[in-house]
């Protein structure tokens, strides 16, 4: 299983994939208040995710997400489930 620590730079560069342009992207990165994250962006991160990682990211934990912390965390519980 992946690390948090192995998992967080590929987290970080899919998000910055989707950010703003000039909008840096850090552990404490809030998607929505900082990125303006859309359901669109979402919904494109979490394809990105699960097609980089041949998962399948279940919408209902979405709500308890707020950043890239959180994100990654989640990821990885995920990923230890398979």
């Given at each position: 299983?992946?690390?948090?620590?192995?998992?967080?730079?590929?987290?970080?560069?899919?998000?910055?994939s989707l950010a703003?342009?000039?909008?840096?992207?850090?552990?404490?990165?809030?998607?929505?208040?900082d990125l303006e994250f859309d359901s669109l962006k979402v919904m494109s991160l979490i394809e990105q995710?699960?097609?980089?990682?041949?998962v399948s990211v279940p919408l209902n934990i979405l709500p308890d997400i707020r950043t890239v912390r959180d994100f990654?965390?989640?990821?990885?519980?995920?990923?230890?489930?398979?």
């Open positions: 299983m992946p690390t948090y620590k192995d998992l967080l730079p590929i987290v970080t560069s899919l998000i910055q703003p342009a000039g909008r840096k992207v850090g552990e404490d990165t809030d998607l929505v208040a995710v699960e097609d980089r990682f041949d990654t965390v989640r990821l990885q519980a995920i990923l230890g489930e398979n």
